[in-house]
T-cell receptor, first 114, second 109 residues
């Protein structure tokens, strides 16, 4: 299936636990992104990767880390979850950072930290 | 700072026309996008404008005025399935997408 796959779909996590959200795309897109979406705040960029082997910090990177070992995978790790990280997380990709075709989004991970 | 403003919520009638406005102040401009997001789902790409003017795609059209920092999304012949949030986003000088908070469109029969 062409597109982006995110896992898990949803998760309830105890505060202080470590968790990795998975993201895989099969479109050979160079750029990938992690967003969180909270009611009334819109999409906020956590981390991005313009190409395999490189990553950068977005608007709200604290408490999160990413890696981009290959083109297809872009996992997001919460080292020690806190309740304020309760959110819906979307992974996205684009063929390039200048793309006029927009981003393709995964279906999201709904995370609740208790 | 960078800012994108769009109305929080709008209501329209099935079969009618609705215009959703977006104003932006960003560091540089490399294009403006509109996305549709149904409740509980991921955003999906609707349109891209980089030059001034109107881009038409079926029932949806998007307009851009770079000098005014203004865009609108026009939806014609509204259908119940058009009930969704509509997100405006601008690609800034660093090729980062700056997102508005979205406009929730409610369609009434």
């Amino acid at each position: 299936i062409a597109g982006i796959t995110q896992a898990p779909t949803s998760q309830i996590l105890a505060a202080g636990r470590r968790m990795t959200l998975r993201c895989t795309q099969d479109m050979r897109h160079n750029a990938m992104y992690w967003y969180r979406q909270d009611l009334g705040l819109g999409l906020r960029l956590i981390h991005y990767s313009n190409t395999a082997g490189t990553t950068g910090k977005g608007e709200v990177p604290d408490g999160y880390s990413v890696s981009r070992a290959n083109t297809d995978d872009f996992p997001l790790t919460l080292a020690s979850a806190v309740p304020s990280q309760t959110s819906v997380y979307f992974c996205a990709s684009s063929d390039s950072i200048e793309s006029s075709h927009g981003y393709t989004f995964g279906s999201g991970t709904r995370l609740t930290v208790v | 700072g960078q800012n994108i403003d769009q109305p929080t919520e709008m209501t329209a009638t099935e079969g009618a026309i609705v215009q959703i406005n977006c104003t932006y102040q960003t560091s540089g401009f490399n294009g403006l996008f509109w996305y549709q997001q149904h409740a509980g789902e991921a955003p999906t790409f609707l349109s891209y404008n980089v030059l001034d003017g109107l881009e038409e795609k079926g029932r949806f059209s998007s307009f851009l005025s770079r000098s005014k920092g203004y865009s609108y999304l026009l939806l014609k012949e509204l259908q119940m399935k058009d009930s969704a949030s509509y997100l405006c986003a601008v690609l800034d000088s660093n090729y980062q997408l700056i997102w508005g908070a979205g406009t929730k469109l409610i369609i009434k029969p």
